[in-house]
C-alpha cells in the first residue's frame, strides 16, 4: 500500500479552520464600521500565510486558506454568483438548541458564473503563498436550491425549474473551467444534502415545503453531472457530506443506505468526504457500493466537534472495518468535516485541531505506508 500523489491524500481535511483571533478581532471591527476592509484584507492576508505554513509543518500534502475570509461555508459563494440577491433574516439556520446568526439568498435574477467572483482571487493568493497542493472548497450547486426551495426563486428570474436548474449547473461548470484557469486541481463541493436526504425530518421538511425527497436529490445529482462534465482530466474535485456542524452541534441524523448506491455510481466526482465520527452516521455497510477503481472515499473518523484526541488504535480498527466493505487502497481518512463550517467556529481549542490533523496523518502513515 502506498501514499497516493494525488487528491484525496490518505490523509487530509475537509477545509475549514478555526479562526485566528486577529481575523476574528478584524471582521468584528469591519461589522461594527470601526475598519475598513482593505485593512481586514491585509490582516486575512498575514494570518493565511501563517496558517499555510501551520498546515505545512503538520505534513498535509494540500492546504487550505481556512476559509478565513467567510462568515459561512456556503453563503459567502452564493451570494457572489450573478442572479441572486442576499439579505439579513431574523431567524438563522436551526441547529440542536442553536441557530447561526441570519442570512438569507433569493435567485433575482439569471443564474452566471461572474470573472470577479471573488473566491477566485482568495484561491489565487492561497497559491501564491505555498509549495503544496492548494485545495479550494465552495458549496455543490444543490445548495442554492436546498437553503429555499422554489419560495426563494423569484417567478421574474424563472417561471419554469427547468431552466432554472440547466443554468445552475452551467454557472457551476463556468466556475470550475475558472478555478482550473487559475491553477486550481483540487476543488471540493460540499454538500450536506445528500445526507440530509437520508434523515426522515428533512424528508419531511423538503415534503411540506413541495418537493419530492425521491426526485429531488436525482434532480441534484442531473445539476452537478452537467457542471462536471466538461471537467479537465487532470482536475481532482471531491464532494464533502455531513449532517451540518455549527458550534460543535448538527441538524440530521441517517445513515448512508438510502442514497450510496446513487452518489457512489452515478456522481461523476473522483473522491468523497464522508462522516463518520458517531452513530449518527450509520455503518460502513453502505462502502459496498463503490465501485472498484480509483474513486477514494475519505473516512471522516475524527470529530472536529469536540478536542478530544482520538486513539491510534481506535482510527486503524475502525479503518479496517471500513476495509471489509471497500477495498483499502480506495480508502483515506480526515476529520468529518471542518472545524469552522461558519465563523465562529466549534467547541475546541486551536491546539486539538492541529493535534487532530497531526494523529490523522499519523495513522495514514502507519495503515497505508
Not at 482568495?122 to 450547486?141: D, E, Q, Y
Not at 449547473?169 to 483540487?186: E, N, S, T, V
Request: hydrophobic share 35%; glycine share 8%; aromatic share 10%.
Amino acid at each position: 500500500m502506498t501514499q497516493r500523489t494525488k487528491p484525496p491524500f490518505r490523509g487530509d481535511m475537509v477545509g475549514s479552520l478555526l479562526r485566528s483571533a486577529p481575523v476574528k478581532d478584524a471582521r468584528a471591527k469591519v461589522a461594527a464600521g470601526q475598519m475598513a476592509q482593505a485593512e481586514l484584507t491585509k490582516i486575512e492576508d498575514e494570518e493565511i500565510r501563517k496558517l499555510v505554513r501551520k498546515q505545512e509543518e503538520v505534513g498535509l500534502q494540500a492546504v487550505t486558506d481556512g476559509e478565513y475570509r467567510r462568515a459561512f461555508w456556503h453563503f459567502d459563494f452564493l451570494d457572489g454568483l450573478t442572479g441572486v440577491t442576499t439579505y439579513e433574516t431574523d431567524a438563522g439556520i436551526q441547529f440542536k438548541g442553536v441557530a447561526t446568526k441570519g442570512h438569507g439568498i433569493r435567485v433575482t435574477g439569471k443564474l452566471d458564473f461572474p470573472a470577479d467572483h471573488p473566491h477566485l482571487a482568495h484561491f489565487k493568493f492561497l497559491a501564491s503563498v505555498t509549495s503544496r497542493v492548494p485545495k479550494m472548497t465552495i458549496p455543490s450547486p444543490s445548495m442554492l436550491h436546498y437553503r429555499g426551495g422554489r419560495k426563494a426563486i423569484d417567478p421574474s428570474a424563472y417561471l419554469g425549474m427547468e431552466d432554472y436548474y440547466e443554468d445552475l449547473g452551467k454557472a457551476y461548470a463556468k466556475a470550475i473551467k475558472a478555478f482550473y484557469d487559475a491553477g486550481c486541481r483540487y476543488l471540493q463541493l460540499d454538500d450536506t444534502s445528500l445526507s440530509y436526504f437520508c434523515d426522515p425530518e428533512q424528508r419531511k421538511m423538503l415534503a411540506e415545503r413541495g418537493d419530492d425527497p425521491d426526485k429531488l436529490i436525482f434532480v441534484y445529482r442531473d445539476v452537478l453531472n452537467a457542471a462536471l462534465k466538461a471537467k479537465p482530466a487532470d482536475m481532482q474535485i471531491t464532494t464533502h457530506t455531513c449532517r451540518g456542524n455549527f458550534k460543535s452541534t448538527f441538524i440530521a441524523s441517517g445513515g448512508y443506505e438510502p442514497v450510496a448506491d446513487m452518489v457512489f455510481n452515478q456522481i461523476d466526482v473522483d473522491g468523497y468526504f464522508m462522516e463518520w465520527d458517531d452513530d449518527r452516521s450509520g455503518g460502513f455497510e453502505p462502502l459496498r457500493f463503490l465501485p472498484k477503481g480509483d474513486k477514494q472515499v475519505v473516512l471522516g473518523l475524527v470529530t472536529s466537534k469536540f478536542g478530544e484526541i482520538e486513539s491510534k488504535d481506535n482510527l486503524k480498527r475502525r479503518i479496517e472495518q471500513a476495509a471489509k466493505f471497500a477495498p483499502l487502497e480506495q480508502l483515506c481518512l480526515s476529520p468529518q468535516c471542518g472545524f469552522a463550517s461558519t465563523e465562529e467556529g466549534n467547541v475546541l481549542a486551536e491546539d486539538e485541531q492541529w493535534a487532530k490533523l497531526s494523529r490523522i496523518l499519523e495513522v495514514a502513515k502507519e495503515v497505508w505506508g
